[in-house]
């Protein structure tokens, strides 16, 4: 006859340890280590959507030679998923194209605005000559829903015209 053999429970340590494995691949895929410089792994975008949320960056207003600006990263999250209350949200900015410097190249999430279902960030720089340039990075954020959290590093860039 058969003999019936059970398995032991998985423990909560080894269920942890296979989602953070599982998440560092996961966010590894998206971009290189270096993930401060746009372009090294995967294209940046102006957005990036999936079934649980949708962020994208977007110029605001117009940008003038030698007067600080900034772009905003809006994160507006689907269905029954919400904001993560206690993720460390960031933007790391990219290396400066030639011509504009980053006054913080890194924006905290004590730097944005929260709500329930919404997360907005402005992302400040200053160039120092008309033309065309990229701005952007790449945003760390996650979201939630009743069962689970998604963490996400979000390349994002655009590009800006300075009178």
């Known amino acids: 006859m058969f003999k019936s053999v059970s398995k032991p429970a998985l423990s909560v340590t080894s269920v942890v340890l296979g989602l953070v494995v599982a998440v560092a691949g996961f966010s590894s895929d998206a971009r290189a280590a270096g993930d401060t410089e746009v372009g090294h792994a995967e294209a940046a975008s102006t957005k990036l959507e999936t079934d649980s949320f949708l962020v994208e960056i977007t110029p605001i207003g117009t940008y003038?030679?030698?007067?600080?600006?900034?772009?905003?990263?809006?994160?507006?999250?689907?269905?029954?998923?919400?904001?993560?209350?206690?993720?460390?949200y960031r933007f790391k900015m990219a290396?400066?194209?030639?011509?504009?410097?980053?006054?913080?190249?890194?924006?905290?999430?004590?730097?944005?605005?929260?709500?329930?279902?919404?997360?907005?960030?402005?992302?400040?720089?200053?160039?120092?000559?008309?033309?065309?340039?990229?701005?952007?990075?790449?945003?760390?954020?996650?979201?939630?829903s009743p069962t689970s959290c998604v963490v996400q590093k979000a390349p994002l860039d655009i590009s800006v015209s300075v009178l």
């Open 64 to 88: 003038k030679a030698g007067v600080a600006g900034s772009v905003k990263v809006s994160l507006t999250t689907k269905g029954v998923f919400h904001i993560n209350g206690e993720y460390p």
């Open 95 to 144: 290396k400066p194209a030639d011509g504009v410097a980053y006054p913080k190249p890194v924006v905290e999430r004590s730097d944005g605005e929260f709500a329930e279902k919404t997360a907005v960030f402005k992302l400040p720089f200053v160039p120092a000559h008309s033309g065309t340039f990229v701005v952007g990075g790449v945003f760390h954020m996650s979201v939630c």
